[in-house]
């Protein structure tokens, strides 16, 4: 999707030697349709997704009731999905829709402790320049 964004991964990958990295750039909710399988992800992560901060937009969100059910069917039992973002409000509609999706259950009481295992990007730098808060959830496929 973020073109110059998916050079720099493969630029990174390429240093590094890596083997065990697939990059898709298409639509990830036709991707985890059409070629991911049921019960098959130890875990998803879906890091500062868009937030549309205009009311009138909030519908373009990305995380809605029935994209996280295509989620939650899409991680292994007891696998995880981590999202952040970096607006107060989207968060709040993050914590209902996953709290509403009955295969998943929060980690903790309301929002995470930033993992170690997310990454600092260049995105969230330049918030926290901004002096955005940020909010972790972490939540878990129950059955
Ligand atoms: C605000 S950026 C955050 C990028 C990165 N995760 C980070 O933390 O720096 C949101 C990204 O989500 C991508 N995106 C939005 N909707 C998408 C979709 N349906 N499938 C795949 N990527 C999508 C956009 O192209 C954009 O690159």
Redesign the pocket.
């Known amino acids: ?2 073109t110059p ?1 998916v050079g720099a991964l493969l630029k990174q990958v390429g240093e590094r030697g890596l083997t065990n990295v697939r990059v898709i750039q298409h ?3 036709e991707v985890l349709t059409r070629m991911v399988a049921p019960d098959s992800l130890a875990g998803i992560h879906i ?4 937030p549309w901060h205009k009311k009138r937009h909030h519908k373009r969100r ?1 995380i809605q009731p029935p994209l996280v059910a295509l989620l939650a069917s899409r991680i292994q039992p007891g696998g995880y999905i981590h999202l952040a973002t970096d607006w107060q409000d989207y968060a709040e509609q993050m914590l209902v829709v996953l709290a509403a999706e009955p295969l998943l259950a929060n980690t903790v009481a309301d929002y995470a402790p930033r993992p170690d295992t997310r990454p600092l ?4 730098q330049r918030g926290i320049r901004l002096g955005h808060g940020v909010w972790d959830l972490v939540f878990k496929r129950v059955e």
Not at 121 to 124: C, L, P, V
């Open positions: 999707m973020h964004g639509d990830a909710v890091f500062f997704p868009d990305l990007t260049k995105f969230e």
